[in-house]
């Protein structure tokens, strides 16, 4: 019952798709208000059905329906409540369906939002939107089902076959309740954690989010209204789908470094890479964009990028799913690679032929001249170059070069964290350099005279702390230049909110508070932007921290033995023990402690859970011990990998030591913060009295004129 | 107003020069445990430090962009045991590499051993990064181009118009930081 | 064109106004496009390609055994020969060992060749494998996996069986672990005695 209302529902949620590309494109043609109106009801129908879909599968996964195939394989009658709730995304399938209903979601949002304002461009941005929908419907129903269920077909007297259906098949009977549940697998211990829940749906959302502005643009190249229309249009959704996608990565990173258990956070692996080339592309966007809100310049880049966004999101998601590349996140083998290659590479291709087309046509024209090297255009011009240059590079060294290599080299190669680590860090410090530098230049020329003395604050600041980080003992030259120009970029931005409170205190005799509240809210862009950039100065430290002065350590002791970690560090094996849980697992517990200098700081209890799998063997889980400060994490893994000793008389310890890493944690929050300043929507205003405000142009103090 | 060109272009030139620069030092070596057991002959005192140092470089040759040092397949605990043995035995690191690798493929390694494919790894973020700089250059010099070609003709070839933009150092810091603050509003 | 003082000022529009069409720029853009997109296509087709199957060439390879011995495959026309691909580190590996030894004992003189093949393995560990379960037919190391490769193997054990055309016979491309029953099967038929099936 669940499995056919599913697939009903969904059946009908493409048809609502394919109408609405019709009814959209047939009424902008003749111009017909209505018909575009019926195919902006049909693409915005489209989500309370797949809401139903979605939640008869989630129905299906909490009543424990085993006869659905997809039930049977991500939880069993062991699995607790919360994550059978989160099994809906837990495997391809159920992720599958339910990233068309977050593609539904954000579509319908952002037809109801925009209809007003930007009509002209609704009938190809609803074809587009639902035409990328429609794509993922056809895998939700043709290629990859989550509603499939298995049957017991008569085969002959006394033999029944087992089939794979969605629908029930003739004669067909549904297998024995406890025999399915009996063959149900559960679900895989590392995915019980809080990172894991939640970074699929973050990552998610920001792939999807990025869909809207990708639609406006290309419904901008096909009906030719190629003003600033369709980014203005998008600004939010771009914040949001970036802010989402940031978030998605962190979380990734946080699930990593808490349960995987080799005390680091990004492994460089193709499909971490797959979702970061988005997020690089999206971030030069992100900025490229306001110097054509600005200036009216760089149309045909923006184009090039957004489209870059959006078929590296598609990308992403293809190399995920399909196996291009082998690597520790692979799903199983599936059916799934060619169709998503071909809407990969045909709406690659065809966006970028648009884009030219328009281009060749002299539509995408600049409005402003260029009028200075050292201006605000040229610092953003720049920051894309380093974040193509970096999305190229990464692109390269997981997917192009090992597979050109495989294709045309015959011969294998990994490049792993040794190859990303030489080739980033230059690209990544001439990033934060310009972060620095960027914030200070105006829009159109700025003399050296004026960037010069806006830098000389930070400038000072930066060499004090430049100072200080040798004086206490870091002469790592990689390490300091990296802290210098992450700081210097950190500085900037505090003292550029810092002269913006301070011109307000005494231009107006509001106190600093009232300033400093003020210059957010009038500005919420830019100063959002200011915290933004805080974010990842803040993320910066902790990653060059951890990354440079790692310690790690291995041993296995007696009880009662001392391991010296470092000049600083001991850790004392104190106890063992062997419990059981409450489900069933067992859980190998020892007690180990952190002496620092001689005192004893804490007690930690890094353990093995061992759960007893559906064929009783046991799945091994290791969960570190950590104390977290901010200065570092200390990190205790127990046995091993795997060939370690774990007992009472002897244990083997890995221990590592990881400075600063806490701020990248904390640099995520206050990335977060800022984004929603940024995108924080400014009171609307009548459009009279809009108006009146825009008409004169010394009536700048009123910030409200800027959107 | 050439000034500035050659500032910016000298700030491209600082910029590329510290690419060199954080590409060749390597990291700092986290202080390990000083046995690193070169010289002796008995596997059980290698460290296991020792072991995940040549590992950490490696890859699992089955599991896929797995490092060698934290893999938990079978394999993998016999290869860092095959590792320990040849420490013991006195075989450097490189040579332990080597070993791998002639055996098993480049795939092994994080950076692949064989001269030509490091070349062919590494060439194409160079190329890339050049192609986007050459690219960025360029542009600059189209609208450079365009913007003098304009502005002569509007005003005659003696005049420079971008003076006009120089800020006025006589004003005061703050008023001109403000000035500029809220003309940014205004656009 | 705008005119000031009679000079004629162009506009940017004027700069660039493309008479339509591709410039070289737009070109090579679009190859590069399609070039990159061909790459990665070829790519998901090399990963989905499948092993050998019955009816097709065995893919020829030469190894040195670790007796020593040069071991062509082409050159083995005539027999039927068994290409078993094992590591030392695998477990159903170690259930099958027996079976292929018993096979290699009962049909050794009546051409049938047993060839095993390791795969990712270290040389002293497959020697150990070897030596306890006694096995007497050649084995050979595969360094750098190029004939894996060859053979597209996804996992071991994997077991092929040749016949003495060079061509995979009729149910002889086992990608699992396969039992002494199965492989006789397919050997007595090939050996034109008439079996149980």
Redesign the interface.
């Known amino acids: 019952m669940l499995a056919e209302i599913g697939f009903a529902s969904t059946s009908l949620s493409l048809i609502a798709a394919l109408y609405a590309i019709g009814a959209a494109l047939i009424g902008g043609r003749i111009h017909s208000d209505r018909l575009i109106l019926s195919a902006r009801n049909a693409a915005i129908a489209t989500f309370p059905l797949l809401l139903i879909a979605c939640g008869m599968l989630l129905i299906a996964l909490i009543t424990e329906q085993y006869q659905i195939n997809y039930v049977r394989n991500t939880t069993d009658p062991s699995t607790p409540m919360f994550y059978r709730v989160t099994a809906l995304w837990g495997a391809q399938r159920g992720s599958l369906l339910f990233w068309s209903l977050t593609m539904s979601i954000f579509t319908a949002a952002a037809l109801l939002i925009s209809w007003k304002n930007d009509r002209r461009l609704m009938p190809y941005v609803i074809a587009y939107m639902m035409a990328a929908l429609a794509f993922f419907l056809y895998l939700n129903l043709f290629v990859e089902n989550p509603f499939e269920r298995v049957w017991l077909q008569p085969n002959g007297p006394n033999d029944n076959a087992v089939v794979d259906s969605v629908l029930i098949p003739p004669n067909a009977s549904a297998p024995a309740a406890d025999l399915l549940a009996a063959d149900a697998s559960g679900l895989n211990p590392l995915l019980r954690h809080f990172g894991m829940i939640i970074h699929p749906p973050m990552l998610y959302l920001g792939f999807v989010g990025f869909l809207i502005p990708f639609a406006f643009a290309m419904a901008a190249l096909a009906s030719g209204d190629l003003s600033t229309n369709w980014i203005k249009a998008t600004r939010r959704w771009t914040l949001v789908a970036w802010l989402f996608l940031s978030l998605g990565l962190i979380l990734g990173g946080r699930w990593a470094y808490d349960v995987l ?2 005390g680091g956070y990004w ?1 460089w ?2 499909v971490e890479n797959a979702a970061f080339l988005p997020w690089l592309v999206g971030t030069a966007y992100l900025h490229s964009v306001l110097i054509q809100e ?2 009216g310049m760089l149309k045909v880049w923006n184009m090039f990028l957004i489209v870059g966004t959006f078929s590296a999101v598609i ?1 992403g998601t293809f190399a995920t799913r ?3 590349i ?3 996140h ?1 799903f199983a083998e599936s059916e799934i ?2 169709p998503m ?1 071909l809407f ?2 045909s709406i ?2 065809v966006s ?2 648009m884009v ?1 087309w328009r ?4 539509l995408l ?3 402003h ?6 201006s605000r255009e ?1 610092m953003f ?2 920051n ?2 380093i974040f ?2 970096l999305t ?2 990464i692109f ?2 997981s ?3 090992p ?5 045309y ?1 015959e ?9 990303f ?3 980033t ?3 990544f ?2 990033m934060y ?1 310009l972060m620095g ?1 960027a914030p200070i230049t ?4 700025t ?4 960037m010069g ?1 806006s830098l000389l604050v930070p400038l000072a600041a930066t060499i004090l702390t430049v100072i200080a980080i040798v004086a206490t003992g870091t002469t ?4 300091v ?2 802290y210098a120009a992450v700081a210097m970029a950190g500085y900037v931005a505090l003292f550029e909110i810092y ?2 409170t ?2 307000r205190v ?2 107006r005799n509001e106190n600093p508070l009232q300033a400093l509240v003020a210059l957010f809210t ?2 919420r862009r830019r100063y959002g932007g200011y915290i933004v950039h805080l974010g990842i100065v803040v993320i910066g430290l902790g990653v060059i921290g951890s ?10 002791v007696d009880v009662g033995d001392v391991i010296q970690v ?2 600083e560090y001991q850790l004392r094996y104190d106890n063992f023990v062997v419990q059981q849980a409450t489900d069933g697992r067992f859980i190998d517990r020892a007690y180990v402690t952190i002496i620092r200098n001689g005192e004893e700081i804490r007690q930690l209890e890094p353990r093995i859970d061992r759960f007893v799998q559906s064929d009783n063997t046991l799945m091994p889980m290791t969960i570190a011990g950590a104390h977290s400060t901010i200065e570092n994490d200390f990190y205790v893994l127990l046995g ?4 370690g000793e774990v007992g009472y008389n002897r244990a ?1 310890f ?1 221990i590592y030591i990881n400075p600063l890493v806490n701020l990248v944690w904390w640099g995520g929050l206050i990335l977060i913060l800022g984004t929603f300043i940024s995108a924080w929507p400014n009171e609307t205003r009548s459009a009279t009295a809009r108006a009146r405000t825009t008409a004169t ?1 010394k009536m ?2 009123r ?1 409200g ?2 959107t | 107003m050439k ?3 050659y ?2 272009i000298g ?2 030139v600082l ?1 590329l020069g ?6 060749q ?4 070596d ?4 000083p046995e690193t057991a070169a010289s002796t002959t008995d596997s059980a005192a290698v ?3 020792a072991v ?1 140092e040549v590992a950490s ?1 490696m ?1 699992c040759p089955i ?5 060698l ?5 079978q394999t ?2 016999d290869w ?2 095959v590792i320990r043995e040849q420490l013991a035995a006195g075989q450097t690191e490189d040579e332990i590499i080597t070993y791998f690798v002639n055996n098993y ?8 051993a ?1 001269d030509g ?1 490091r070349l ?3 060439a ?2 160079l190329v ?2 050049i192609v ?2 050459v ?2 250059f360029f ?2 010099q189209s ?2 181009r ?2 003098e070609l ?2 002569q003709s509007a005003t005659g070839p003696t005049e420079d118009v ?1 003076d006009n ?3 006025n ?1 006589t004003n005061d ?2 008023t ?3 000035n ?8 | 064109m705008t005119k000031i003082d009679g000079i004629d000022i162009p506009n ?2 004027d700069q ?3 008479r ?4 070289l720029g ?1 070109i090579v ?2 190859i590069g ?2 070039a990159v ?1 061909g ?6 087709v ?3 390609e499948s092993q050998p199957v019955a009816g097709s060439n065995a893919p020829n390879f030469t190894v040195t055994t670790f007796d020593g011995q040069e071991f062509t495959l082409a050159e083995q026309e005539g027999n039927i020969v068994i290409v078993n691909f094992w590591g030392s580190w695998c477990a159903p590996c170690r259930d099958e060992a027996p079976a292929l030894q018993a096979i290699h004992e009962q049909y050794q003189d009546q051409g049938v060749i047993m060839f095993g093949i390791t795969h990712i393995d270290e040389e002293a560990a497959s020697l150990e494998f070897m030596e306890e379960f006694g096995i007497t037919y050649p084995n050979a190391p595969d360094p750098r996996s190029v004939i894996s ?1 060859r053979y597209n193997i996804k996992g071991v054990p994997e077991t092929f069986v040749v016949g003495r055309d060079g061509e995979i016979v009729e149910g002889g491309a086992f990608l699992m672990p396969v039992s002494e029953e199965q492989l006789v099967e397919v050997i007595e038929r090939e050996l034109g005695i008439e079996g149980a099936s």
């Not at chain 1, 790592?476 to 390490?479: E, F, K, N, Y």
């Not at chain 1, 091993?640 to 060939?643: E, I, K, L, N, V």
């Not at chain 2, 493929?105 to 692949?112: A, S, T």
């Open positions: 258990g080799w492994g692996d193709p600005k200036r990308f399909s196996g291009l082998e690597s520790v692979s690679g060619t290659f990969w590479g690659t291709f970028v032929a030219v281009w060749r046509q002299g024209q600049d409005e001249h260029f009028t200075g090297w050292l040229s011009v720049l894309n170059v193509v240059a190229l590079a390269w060294g997917f192009g070069a597979i050109l290599s495989e294709l080299l011969e294998d190669i990994t490049l792993g964290v040794d190859y680590m030489r080739v860090p230059p690209l410090l001439v350099i530098v105006a829009w159109g020329a003399s050296i005279n004026r003395r790592t030259p990689v390490a230049v990296g002269r913006g301070a011109a005494r231009a009038r500005n990354t440079v002065f790692q310690v790690e350590r291995q041993e296995t470092n000049d091993g990998a795997g060939d083997t890995t142009p700048g103090k910030a004129a800027m | 000034m500035r060109r500032l910016f700030l491209i910029l510290l690419v060199p620069l954080s590409a030092q390597e990291p700092a986290p202080p390990t445990n460290s296991d430090d995940n470089r890859y599991c896929e962009m797995e490092p040092h934290t893999c938990r397949a993998c605990i860092r045991q493929g480049d795939r092994v390694v994080g950076i692949p064989d494919l062919f790894s590494f194409g973020p890339m990064s986007a700089l690219f960025a542009t600059f609208w450079q365009r913007n304009v502005v971008h933009k120089t800020s150092t810091a703050d001109d930081y403000r500029r603050l809220e003309s940014d509003l205004l656009h | 940017s529009e660039t106004k493309n339509g069409g591709l410039d737009s853009l679009l496009i399609l997109i790459v990665v296509g070829l790519q998901l090399r990963q989905n490769d």
